[in-house]
């Protein structure tokens, strides 16, 4: 074949010059983007899950999973019982539950944190959602980080026992800057959740963050005759300043950390009025939180002994019951924000008008 010459040949190469830089302008503007990270599978299981601490694991209602009532120093008290089972969700295939008893926050993110020889309850979950879709992450953490309200709770006991100062002053003035301080611990375990997801391949709008608050387990209204070792020793004080004062500040403190991860916000702190341990001297079924509970037989081991107490006031399985439906009305809702209220049907509801 011959080559094109003189002018031909100049006018070939000038248009073979020009398609090729028309192509390599094209290629620059049109570079393919990263790949998207992949997803769960289209059909994989819609899924629920809970990570936290004591008040959404469980504790207090019983039947704990094999492995975590104490197995291996494993005391992390799943039950089938807690709120994250008893939503009522006809939408979702399964529930899972990550949480772990006192678990600080931490160890919910991806720190190394471990709680009763549980690693973090995050790298679980980035196991969980690569395998299921995750519909849902609730979360309730922050007061086993400075709070320390557990601890709190045995202040006040000892201080009706006369060996301390009331826990509302012993407490109190510093009660604040106590939730202060842990309120970048959980926004950063938020925020390991919101990372954990992300590399799993979800977009924010493919999934909930939850995060709750916590219920008071007393209030002033116990009844006289429980209001010893039976069943709520506590000074009349102290009870009404862990209703009115404590728990309301503490929710202020993980509302702002859920706001901060742009997560939806379930105010508990008024779900347990008027059902709160030793408030029905007649009828304790009536009442949605463990009393002072002792598990006698733990006391004759030495390995179970320090966790005969573990089970007192929390919510019992009535009222895990009560918050787990709450949830799932608030999960099916469009609202940022709602509250855990009696309705006249004496059951809580996702009061959604009166949310934060």
Not at 116 to 130: G, V
Not at 133 to 139: D, E
Request: with cysteine.
């Amino acid at each position: 074949m011959r080559r094109p010459s003189g002018w031909r040949a100049w006018t070939a190469l000038a248009v073979v010059i020009l398609l090729l830089g028309s192509v390599l302008l094209v290629g620059d503007g049109l570079a393919p983007e990263p790949a998207p990270l992949p997803g769960p599978p289209e059909d994989a299981p819609r899924v629920l899950v809970a990570m936290g601490d004591s008040t959404i694991s469980g504790e207090g209602s019983g039947d704990y999973e094999e492995g975590t009532d104490g197995e291996n120093g494993d005391w992390c008290h799943r039950s089938p019982h807690a709120s994250i089972h008893q939503t009522g969700l006809q939408t979702i295939d399964r529930t899972m539950n990550l949480a772990c008893s006192g678990a600080p926050s931490p160890q919910v993110g991806l720190g190394d944190v471990e709680q009763y020889t549980e690693p973090s309850q995050a790298k679980r979950l980035a196991r969980l959602a690569a395998r299921n879709r995750v519909v849902a992450v609730v979360v309730a953490a922050g007061a086993n980080d400075e709070p320390a309200f557990s601890h709190v709770m045995n202040a006040c006991i000892e201080a009706w026992t006369g060996r301390g100062e009331p826990c509302s002053e012993a407490v109190g003035p510093e009660w604040s800057e106590r939730i202060d301080k842990m309120k970048p611990k959980l926004e950063k375990a938020l925020e390991d959740i919101r990372t954990v997801m992300r590399n799993a391949g979800y977009d924010e709008s493919d999934y909930q963050l939850i995060v709750q608050s916590y219920a008071a387990p007393v209030g002033p209204d116990v009844s006289p005759a429980l209001q010893d070792l039976s069943g709520c020793p506590f000074r009349s004080d102290d009870l009404a300043w862990v209703q009115r004062t404590a728990v309301p500040a503490l929710t202020a403190g993980v509302r702002e950390a859920a706001a901060e991860a742009d997560a939806r916000f379930l105010d508990l702190s008024r779900a347990g009025n008027g059902h709160e341990a030793c408030s029905n001297e007649r009828d304790a079924s009536q009442e949605w939180f463990r009393r002072l509970a002792v598990e006698w037989d733990d006391l004759q081991h030495e390995d179970r002994a320090t966790h005969a107490l573990q089970e007192s006031f929390h919510p019992n399985e009535a009222g895990h019951e009560q918050i787990g439906h709450c949830l799932g009305e608030f999960v099916n809702t469009a609202d940022r924000a709602a509250a855990c209220l009696q309705g006249r049907d004496g059951n809580l509801h996702a009061a959604t008008s009166v949310g934060p």
